[in-house]
């Protein structure tokens, strides 16, 4: 005679047992995948560049085009400022 249960589910190598391990594995390729997607969408954006900071040598040049201080006094800070 025919017995239903478990016992004969596993009978099948164990297959039909582990039905809800293959549907967490299935969902979590399904979520992975979209999140792949999404993050190739956003990366594949175009960036805004943000403009670098200003190093001493820059604010110098910047004043001395300005008129701020004289021919001397940039020479002089700029060799202060390379060595």
Avoid: C, H
């Amino acid at each position: 005679m025919y017995k239903w249960g478990w016992g004969n589910m596993m009978g099948y190598g164990g297959w039909w047992g582990m039905g809800w391990l293959f549907m967490i594995l299935f969902w979590l390729a399904i979520i992975l995948a979209v999140a792949a997607l999404l993050k190739w969408l956003v990366g594949a954006s175009p960036r805004i560049d943000v403009p670098r900071q200003k190093d001493a040598l820059d604010i110098l040049k910047e004043r001395y085009a300005r008129g701020e201080i004289g021919r001397d006094e940039f020479d002089q800070k700029k060799r202060d400022l390379t060595q």
